[in-house]
């Protein structure tokens, strides 16, 4: 566990295109917290339709797409962005946790 926070960290401090953050413990109502998904905004759209959000749900055996909560998980995702930890105090997060739970020796 240490070795892969360590990596987050790095990627947080090597790449341009990457950004970890960490939200804070005790936060666990936070809707965003539920369960995984991924929010996928789409700036250009084919055949000049409107541009189009659509949110990945991961569950345990299957995942869908679905389009018509958009709006809820943008909003969720602008709270945890608001609540989330800077990238700089993410990667000093992410450090500590390491070395708290995997020192290197």
Not at 21 to 41: D, E, K, M
Request: aromatic residues 8%; hydrophobic residues 40%.
């Amino acid at each position: 566990m240490g070795n892969q926070l360590r990596h987050l960290a790095k990627l947080n401090e090597l790449s341009n295109k990457i950004t970890v953050r960490v939200a804070p413990f005790g936060i666990s109502t936070n809707p965003g917290l539920a369960s995984p998904w991924t929010f996928y905004q789409l700036h250009k759209s084919l055949a000049d339709a409107p541009a189009k959000s659509v949110v990945y749900i991961n569950h345990l055996t299957a995942g869908p797409f679905v389009h018509d909560q958009a709006d809820h998980y943008l909003r969720t995702m602008s709270e945890l962005a608001r609540i989330a930890l800077s990238p700089k105090e993410s990667t000093r997060a992410l450090r500590t946790f390491a070395d708290k739970h995997d020192p290197l020796i």
